[in-house]
Nanobody
Framework: QVQLVESGGGLVQAGGSLRLSCAAS????????MGWFRQAPRKEREFVAH????????YYADSVKGRFTVSRDNAKNTVYLQMNSLKPEDTAVYYC????????????WGQGTQVTVSS
């Protein structure tokens, strides 16, 4: 059974930083691309960041480029999202997702972790 468990969310003031983690189990982690998404209240889920299965390529939404950094540790089956210079508009539930290297898209999703940025 595949599980993705996010952690590291919380309440932070604007300008602060948080580091989210997503621990994966039940899959061969190094074979999966990993993504981060977020969903704010009354909004649709949106893409935040993506890292390829070997970690060689990363992609970001324009809204977080230069502030967020995605990374992974395949030895620990974990993907991270370092979030700096946080803004109130970054407030959302953050989800990680795993997608096989063999196709586009994501196969598995975590339950999410809440990030709240106060002004």
């Amino acid at each position: 059974q595949v599980q993705l468990v996010e952690s590291g969310g919380g309440l932070v003031q604007a300008g602060g930083s948080l580091r989210l983690s997503c621990a994966a189990s039940g899959l061969t982690f190094s074979n999966y691309n990993m993504g981060w998404f977020r969903q704010a209240p009354r909004k649709e889920r949106e893409f935040v960041a993506h890292i390829t299965w070997r970690g060689g390529n990363t992609y970001y939404a324009d809204s977080v480029k230069g502030r967020f950094t995605v990374s992974r540790d395949n030895a620990k089956n974990t993907v991270y999202l370092q979030m700096n210079s946080l803004k109130p508009e970054d407030t959302a539930v953050y989800y990680c997702a795993a997608g096989s290297q063999l196709h586009i898209g994501y196969d598995y999703w975590g339950q999410g972790t809440q990030v709240t940025v106060s002004s």
